[in-house]
């Protein structure tokens, strides 16, 4: 049973800091690239940040570029998002996903509130 768990999500000061780790299991981790989506309250999901299966290859969504850093470590089965300078757009509930050509996870989410 493939499991996608995510966690860091917190309530944070515009500017700061956040990092979100997304940890797999029930599957080969080494074969999926995974990828980052939030979904703000009535807005469509959308990509944030993707990276290959081996991490040479990293994309972002042009809101986060110069902002966002998504990296994983294969040996522990674990891609994170690190956030910095958090805006008030970035406000939204943050799902953790795994793709292969035919095969695609997603976890439950984990909630980032940018407030003061």
């Known amino acids: 049973q493939v499991q996608l768990v995510e966690s860091g999500g917190a309530l944070v000061q515009p500017g700061g800091s956040l990092r979100l780790s997304c940890a797999a299991s029930?599957?080969?981790?080494?074969?999926?690239?995974m990828n980052w989506y939030r979904q703000a309250p009535g807005k469509d999901r959308e990509l944030v940040a993707a990276i290959s299966n081996t991490g040479r290859t990293t994309n972002y969504a042009d809101s986060v570029k110069g902002r966002f850093t998504i990296s994983r470590d294969n040996g522990k089965n674990t891609v994170y998002l690190q956030m910095n300078t958090l805006k008030p757009a970035d406000t939204a509930v943050y799902y953790c996903?795994?793709?292969?050509?035919?095969?695609?996870?997603w976890g439950r989410g984990t909630q980032v509130t940018v407030s003061s």
């Open positions: 996903n795994a793709a292969t050509t035919n095969r695609n996870y």
């Open positions: 029930g599957l080969t981790f080494s074969s999926y690239a």
